[in-house]
C-alpha cells in the first residue's frame, strides 16, 4: 500500500472488570477473539517517535501484517501492508524519509493482547468495537494495557462520540490520546507513569483556522489525558502541575481562535475547563509556597524558629490537595468533559463556519497583535495596580506566550525567541506576585498550630518586602516587550 488511509478512532482506558459492562452496552453484532502479538520498531535513536510516527508488525492467525502510523487526534494517518518475514519493509509509505539514510531499524518494545472485537451499524455509522486486555514489555519493564476501542468505518464520526457517551454511563472510560505505541514508548524511556509536558504544535501546509485550533487543542487534551492517568496512579505535585499547563493552554486557545469557534457549545466547553482548572489551583499553590518559600528558608543555617511544624502542615494540605486533584479527574463529570470537548474540537458545528476554514497566515497576526495590545494596554502602570489588575496582566501575558508557541512553526523557531524572551520574563514577574496574593488566603484557611503560623506570617512578610522589586522588574519587561520587534509583520 502506497497511499494512506486516514483511520478515524477513539480510545479509552479503563479496569478489566469495566470490559464486559461495556460490551453489555454495545449494539448486537458478530464478535471475533484474537490474540495479537505486535513488535514495534525504531532507530537507535527513535527517529520515528520523534517524528510522531510508530512502526509495528503484528502477528495474528499466522499472518504478518507492517502498519506505520503518524498524526494525533481523532483521525491519524495509516499505511499497512502483508508481509512475509519478521522485519519490516524499509520502503512501505513514507517511511524512507522518516528514517535517515543508513539507519537501521531495531525492535524496541513487544505488545501481547487479547482482543474482542465486534462490528455493528450505530447512528448510521458503520463502527467497530475492539476490547484489549494485556500487557505492553521491553527488556525487563511491563505495563499493562486494558483498552476500549472505536473505530469508524464508515458514516458520521459524530457516531463515534454519541456511542462513548452511552458506553462511559455503563461503565467508567477514560478517553486517552496514547497510542499502544506512546505507552511501549515511555516504558522504553523507563517512564511509564511520567507527568507529560506539552509538545510543540507542527501545523500543516496552508493550515486553516480551524485545522490549526484543532492541532492546539488536541495537544492541550492530550496533555490533559496523560497527566489525568498519572495522577490517578500516583497523586503528585508534577502532574497537578502538567494538567494545569494542559488546562489552561485549552482555554487560552479557546480565546485566541475565538472568532471562529463561537456557536453552539462554546461556552458550554469554556466553563468546563474553567472549572478544571480552579480545581488545580489549591494544589498548584500549596506547591509553589512549599518549594519556592518554605523550602528556601529551611535551608538556611540559622533557620527560623516555627519551620518544623509549618513544613508538617504544609506537607499534610499537599497530599490532600493531591489526592482531591486526583478525585476530580477520576470523577464523572471530568469524563464527560473530556468526551464532550474532544467531540466539540473534532465535530463541533464551528467547523462549517468562514472564520474556520480561513487560512491561518492571515489570522495569526491578527490574533498575535491582538493579544499583545491588550498587554500593553494592561501594563501601562504595573506600579499602580493592584492584585487584581496584575492578575489579569498575567492572564493576558499567559495568552500570549502560548499563542506565540501555537504559531511557532509557521514563523520558526529563532525568528519568536527574542520576542518571546521577554513575554517569558513578564509572565514568571507576574507568577512571582500573583504567588504572593494568594499565600495569606491559602495559609489562612490550613488552622496552622500557632507556631507554624507564627512563621508563616514571617514567610510571607520577607517575601513581601521584595515586591516593589518584583513590580520593577515587571515594568523592565514590558520595556523590552514594548522595544522587542514583533516577528509577525
Request: charged share 30%; net charge neutral.
Amino acid at each position: 500500500m502506497t497511499d494512506a488511509d486516514c483511520e478515524i478512532e477513539l480510545k479509552f482506558t479503563c479496569g478489566p472488570e469495566d470490559l464486559a459492562a461495556v460490551l453489555a452496552a454495545a449494539p448486537p453484532g458478530d464478535d471475533e477473539t484474537r490474540e495479537l502479538i505486535s513488535v514495534y520498531f525504531d532507530t537507535p535513536d527513535l527517529a520515528l517517535q520523534k517524528a510522531g510516527a510508530s512502526l509495528r508488525v503484528r502477528e495474528s492467525d499466522g499472518r504478518r501484517t507492517q502498519t506505520l502510523k503518524r498524526g494525533d487526534g481523532l483521525v491519524r494517518e495509516e499505511f499497512e501492508a502483508a508481509i512475509d518475514g519478521l522485519a519490516p519493509d524499509p520502503d512501505l509509505g513514507p517511511l524512507p524519509k522518516l528514517v535517515p539514510e543508513g539507519a537501521s531499524l531495531r525492535p524496541a518494545f513487544n505488545v501481547r493482547v487479547s482482543r474482542r472485537q465486534r462490528s455493528f451499524r450505530y447512528g448510521g455509522a458503520q463502527i467497530e468495537l475492539a476490547l484489549d486486555q494485556g500487557e505492553a514489555t521491553a527488556g525487563e519493564q511491563q505495563t499493562p494495557i486494558c483498552e476500549v476501542e472505536l473505530e469508524l468505518k464508515s458514516g458520521p464520526p459524530g457516531a463515534l462520540f454519541d456511542l462513548a457517551r452511552e458506553f462511559a454511563a455503563a461503565a467508567p472510560l477514560y478517553l486517552s490520546y496514547d497510542s499502544k505505541a506512546n505507552r511501549g514508548q515511555a516504558l522504553v524511556a523507563g517512564e511509564p507513569d511520567a507527568p507529560r509536558k506539552s509538545s510543540r504544535v507542527e501545523l500543516v501546509k496552508d493550515a486553516t483556522v480551524g485545522e490549526t485550533f484543532q492541532a492546539v487543542a488536541r495537544k492541550a487534551l492530550a496533555q490533559i489525558a496523560a497527566n489525568a492517568a498519572t495522577l490517578r496512579v500516583k497523586p503528585e505535585a508534577e502532574a497537578v502541575h502538567q494538567l494545569r499547563v494542559g488546562a489552561r493552554r485549552f482555554r487560552s486557545a479557546l480565546s485566541t481562535f475565538k472568532p471562529a469557534l463561537e456557536g453552539a457549545g462554546f461556552e458550554a466547553v469554556k466553563e468546563d475547563f474553567k472549572w478544571l482548572a480552579r480545581s488545580c489551583d489549591a494544589p498548584r499553590n500549596l506547591d509553589v509556597f512549599s518549594e519556592e518559600t518554605l523550602r528556601p528558608a529551611e535551608q538556611v543555617e540559622d533557620r527560623q524558629a516555627g519551620l518544623a511544624p509549618l513544613r508538617k502542615a504544609i506537607d499534610a494540605a499537599r497530599r490532600r490537595a493531591w489526592i482531591e486533584a486526583a478525585q476530580t479527574v477520576s470523577s464523572e463529570r471530568f469524563r464527560t468533559l473530556m468526551i464532550n470537548a474532544a467531540a466539540w474540537v473534532e465535530t463541533g458545528e464551528w467547523r462549517g463556519g468562514e472564520g474556520a476554514g480561513a487560512p491561518i497566515d492571515s489570522f495569526a497576526p491578527r490574533a498575535l497583535k491582538k493579544h499583545l495590545k491588550k498587554v500593553e494596554k494592561l501594563g501601562r502602570d504595573p506600579e499602580g495596580a493592584d492584585d487584581v489588575a496584575l492578575h489579569h496582566l498575567r492572564i493576558e501575558a499567559k495568552k500570549l506566550r502560548y499563542a506565540i508557541e501555537a504559531f511557532e512553526s509557521l514563523y520558526g523557531k529563532r525568528r519568536i525567541k527574542r520576542f518571546l524572551r521577554p513575554v517569558k520574563d513578564l509572565q514568571e514577574v507576574l507568577g512571582a506576585l500573583n504567588d504572593l496574593a494568594t499565600a495569606r488566603p491559602l495559609l489562612a484557611g490550613l488552622a496552622l498550630p500557632s507556631a507554624a503560623a507564627l512563621a508563616a506570617g514571617q514567610l510571607i512578610g520577607q517575601k513581601a518586602a521584595a515586591k516593589p522589586q518584583l513590580v520593577s522588574r515587571a515594568v523592565a519587561a514590558l520595556d523590552d516587550l514594548k522595544d522587542a520587534k514583533t516577528f509577525w509583520r
